[in-house]
Each structure stands twice: as structure tokens, then as C-alpha cells.
């Protein structure tokens, strides 16, 4: 049995929008990773990364794993750069610290002039013709 707040792969929207399975704005895919837009982001063009293989830890992350999942948290900042040269990257692990989804991920949330200090409370739907203006900026080099 999985610890408090996990979920079986079979049950998982990451693994999900992973075999295309469910709908996503995808803006890479290796054999090993994934980073698409954020359907409810904290800021314009936060963008979340996942391992394509269910792990709902980064504690559960095979040390095989570890280079590919860095890499494209790392080419994810350079193409986000292309938006703000500023960013968080985040990883909240377990319920108590936030994470709402049981599939390891990493936030990569570009922050802009307006919001020095914090995000938004209320985090809004991605609009489509937005999640398309920010593919083509995020698209490859």
C-alpha cells in the first residue's frame, strides 16, 4: 500500500496526459519525460515536468531516472527564459506540503514585474487560445 495521498499509476491523470490518454498542452516529450502547461497556473507559461513512468515521489525516482527528468527541467528554464529570465522551480511532496496530484512533478513558474511578492489566489482556468500563444513560444529553439 502506497503512502497517504498516493495513487495507483492505473488511477493517475499524469500517466494519463504521459500515454496520451488525456488531453494536455505538451511542450517536450523525450523517451523518459514530459512538461506541459499547467491547466490552472500560477503565473503565464508555468509549466510542469513529469518522469513518463509513475513514481509519486521524488524519493521514488529511480537514480537511472535522475539525468533525463534534470534535463528537461533544465530545457524547460531555457525555453521559459524566453518569457521571464526570473522563475521558481518547485516540487511539493505529500499533501501537507501541496502536492495535489501523486505523480512526481516539477513546477517551472516564470514570474513577471506585477507579481514581486507572491501569486495569485485565485489560480484560473488556461485559456486554448492562450495554451497555443504560449506553445509557440515555448516550442523548440
Do not use: W
Request: contains cysteine; glycine residues 8%.
Amino acid at each position: 500500500m502506497g503512502a497517504p495521498g498516493s495513487v495507483a499509476a492505473s488511477s493517475c491523470i499524469f500517466c494519463a496526459i504521459a500515454q496520451k490518454k488525456a488531453p494536455a498542452y505538451i511542450v517536450y516529450e523525450d523517451e523518459d519525460t514530459l512538461a506541459f502547461l499547467d491547466i490552472a497556473p500560477l503565473s503565464r507559461g508555468h509549466t510542469l515536468v513529469i518522469p513518463k513512468a509513475h513514481v509519486d515521489r521524488i524519493t521514488d525516482l529511480p537514480p537511472a531516472r535522475y539525468a533525463s527528468v534534470l534535463a528537461t527541467v533544465t530545457e524547460i528554464c531555457r525555453r521559459m527564459e524566453r518569457l521571464s529570465r526570473d522563475y521558481n522551480i518547485g516540487v511539493n511532496q505529500g499533501p501537507l506540503a501541496g502536492q495535489i496530484v501523486f505523480h512526481l512533478h516539477f513546477h517551472v513558474i516564470p514570474r513577471y514585474a506585477h507579481q514581486v511578492g507572491g501569486f495569485p489566489r485565485e489560480r484560473l482556468p488556461l485559456a486554448p487560445e492562450e495554451a497555443r500563444a504560449l506553445l509557440r513560444e515555448l516550442g523548440p529553439g
